[in-house]
């Protein structure tokens, strides 16, 4: 009997240990279940999350900051009246349309129903505000509207903006981002640190010191019409690149905007996409077309032909920079060709043979009229500009290679400044910052760098200033370009690189430009 007891007692111990195994095994099984589901949702949060590393942060108000990636991730929060395609075309932004009444005179009127991102409505007000706060302080956008007289509010979608003097292409200017005046009206702008409201896609949501979010903005005007694949935008903020760099590696961040020409060496190849978009830094070889030697077509042509551009992006630059062949084929839609060299030594011999040219003991000689020329020019550089002198010394070295003296001055800053403002050189290496907009006036037009006249072109710059049709202005500018390959006023050589790196994840229809590198951001996603 005693010993059935214990037989059934250690049945119903079995049992218990039995069963709360099955409860434990349950259980567990459950929480992992719930720890998956968990997973997924992060994982898909995570997806829509784009996070973005950045140094030397300053201010998220655009008109304040001189952070580049700042003023390109500005683009995704603040709006301007018109902003620019990915080739530089003049697209609407806040603005439903614009017009030139005459030659200093423009009406711009806003799209209906704008909003900030607080509710209130953006009017003429904000823009006439946005001008005048431009003039009054120190902002990258301050060169926008150094040339506006006036600013006239029509009505309240309407402005009428009024120039101290005609500006070709003057529209290009307005790309700057229109701020609230409602909400500056007690703060002092230039020192203020709130973000300013958004009329953009997003807007931002929170900042501290080592970051700041932003979520998307439900009273951007593209609200319900237009989907963003990213719910939200995650800024990181890095004392220096390398830091920048470091974490793009680990996969911290998404992606980085750099001009390094070696990012390779500090984040590797694996894993990442690098997209190369050309920069607006030009430089070039500014003939002076009055001297009696350049005043000859066949002499510049034969110096065009004899320099070896390719040679010098790769000597110099370890081909980390882009060929030039044009003022503007930095990406504009005017300039549909690709840049190459023209370097010839047999072609550069021949257009000086055929234009009666001829080398004996080393120099080459024409005469006419009982007067002979020699073919001797100086170029002038500034000594205190390393890389310049080393490209100097490269086409100092092409030219006598096909018998062409030349006298190369490497005098100092002040000195190089003096030669490029009175224009007393035969041929000087210079460079510009082209700006967005097509006007080629620096390089073409009255009085222009290289003392260049071509009736035809002179007449076509005038007529461009009033043509707003794409189709039109490509017809002119083609004209342009044939003008201007024929008779070589100056060589453009190479012009900067920049480029966007980020990781494999991040895809969609990426095609970054000096503009913004966020162009078509409602085209990018995290997979």
Known sequence: ??????????????????????????????????????????????????????????????????????????????????TLSDNYEIELALASEWSKSNSKTYLVKLKDNLKWEDGTSVTG??????????????????????????????????????????????????????????????????????????????????????QMELEQNENWYGNGTTERKIDKIVINFYDTMGDAYNSLKIGNIDLICTSIT?????????????????GRELDFISFNCEDNI??????????????????????????????????????????????????????ATEVLEDAGWEYSYGYWRKTENYTTQYLNLNLVVDNSDETRVKVAELIEEQLEDIGINVYLYRVSNSAYKNYLENKNYDMIITGVNNGYGPDLSYFL?????????????????????????????????????EIYEQEVPSICLYRNKNKLVYGIRLTGEVNPNNYTVYNNFENWYRQ
Do not use: C
């Open 125 to 210: 007000t904000d823009v006439k505000f946005t001008i005048e706060t431009l003039q009054e302080g120190e902002s990258v956008y301050s060169d926008n509207v150094q040339n506006i007289k006036s600013v006239e509010i029509i009505d309240e979608n309407t402005v009428r903006i009024n120039l101290k003097e005609e500006e070709p292409f003057f529209e290009y200017n307005l790309i700057f981002p229109i701020v609230s005046s409602t909400q500056f009206r007690n703060e002092d702008f230039y020192k203020s640190r709130i973000a300013p409201y958004a009329t953009g896609m997003y807007k931002v949501t929170l900042a501290t010191t080592e």
């Open 294 to 347: 350049l005043e000859n077509v066949e002499v510049r042509q034969a110096i065009n032909y004899a320099i070896n551009k390719n040679k010098i992006n790769s000597e110099v630059f370890d081909n980390n920079y882009y060929i030039s062949s044009f003022p503007i084929d930095y990406g504009s839609y005017l300039y549909d060709k690709e840049s190459t060299s023209s370097y010839n030594k047999e072609k």
């Open 1 to 82: 009997m005693k010993s059935n007891i214990i037989k059934y007692i250690f049945i119903i111990f079995a049992i218990f240990i039995i069963g709360f195994a099955i409860y434990k095994i349950g259980f567990s099984q459950g929480e992992g279940i719930i720890d998956e589901t968990n997973a997924i949702q992060t994982a898909q949060d995570k997806e829509s999350i784009l996070n973005i590393g950045i140094s030397d942060f300053d201010n998220i108000n655009p008109l304040i900051t001189k952070n580049k990636d700042i003023i390109s991730l500005s683009t995704l929060l603040y709006e301007p009246l018109l």
């Open 262 to 278: 070696n990012v390779e060496d500090y984040i590797g190849t694996i894993g990442f996409v690098t997209k190369e978009y050309k």
């Open 445 to 481: 037009g009255e009085d222009n760098i290289s003392n260049y006249q071509n009736e035809e072109i002179t007449s076509i710059l005038e007529e461009v200033k009033n043509i707003s049709d794409p189709e039109l202005l490509k017809e002119k500018y083609n004209r342009i370009i």
